[in-house]
């Protein structure tokens, strides 16, 4: 069954450096998105990204992040600063395109750990 | 605004006895409502999703939702735990006021299995 996958599965950064975490969607899935879980909470949307464009994000993602989608196959995610407060669990999701958008489950990959000293 | 609540952060049960994870949900619109589970280092993978056709769901693993408008909840079930469904469970509600779909999570309920 085609997954989701991220790499890398764990990465430690030092405060105020940029961090890229990547993500290779199901192949002919068409809307992207990243959420995140911060230690002991819920799981919160950051952005979706369709068509080559941010779609929606929410009040979390703010101008130090972006999302880029650099050839047929990869999403990033880049903190471009990186605070204390951005160390979290990002899980990179993907959707189909066919039918109905709001009936399309989202696929998960196994997560990026990013852990800021 | 949609929003997802999950009584019990943590529940157990011992091997064989039934497992009843509660959720409910808050929306203006008919909702599209989907369960994940996260095992141990890994992702959220699907256990199953409503959206509109029958009330009640069957999903992977032999676990089962029910939809009822009436209680605006969509409770998990399986009529018999095992070892291997150790896992965090989270309800999530569909989002479609900005336009585009995003999920709203439940803070997730922490399932142990006892032998």
């Known amino acids: 069954e085609p997954e989701v996958t991220q790499t890398p599965s764990h990465q430690v950064t030092q405060m105020g450096q940029e961090v890229i975490l990547r993500c290779v969607p199901i192949?002919?899935?068409?809307?992207f998105y990243w959420y995140r879980q911060i230690l002991g909470q819920k799981v919160e949307f950051l952005v979706s990204?369709?068509?080559?464009?941010?779609?929606?994000k929410s009040e979390i993602f703010d101008d130090q992040f972006s999302v880029e989608r650099p050839d047929g196959s990869n999403f990033t995610l880049k903190i471009r600063s990186t605070k204390l407060e951005d160390s979290a669990m990002y899980f990179c999701?993907?959707?189909?395109?066919?039918?109905?958008?709001?009936?399309?489950?989202?696929?998960f990959g196994d997560g990026t750990r990013l852990s800021i000293l | 605004a949609q929003s997802v609540t999950q009584l019990g952060s943590h529940v157990s049960v011992s091997e064989g006895a039934l497992v009843l994870l509660r959720c409910n949900y808050s929306?203006?619109?008919?909702?599209?409502l989907f369960w994940y589970v996260q095992y141990p280092n890994q992702g959220l993978q699907l256990l199953l999703k409503?959206?509109?056709?029958?009330?009640l769901v069957k999903g992977i693993n032999g676990f089962e939702a029910e939809f009822k408008k009436s209680e605006t909840s969509f409770h998990l079930t399986k009529p018999s735990a095992h070892m291997s469904d150790a896992a965090e469970y989270f309800c999530?509600?569909?989002?479609?006021?900005?336009?585009?779909?995003?999920?709203?999570f439940g803070a997730g309920t922490r399932l142990a299995v006892h032998p």
């Open positions: 999701a993907s959707s189909g395109g066919q039918g109905a958008l709001s009936d399309q489950p989202q696929h």
């Open positions: 192949s002919n899935h068409l809307y």
């Open positions: 990204f369709y068509n080559n464009e941010i779609s929606e």
């Open positions: 929306s203006s619109v008919p909702p599209y």
């Open positions: 409503y959206t509109s056709a029958a009330t």
């Open positions: 999530a509600v569909s989002d479609l006021s900005g336009g585009y779909n995003k999920l709203i």
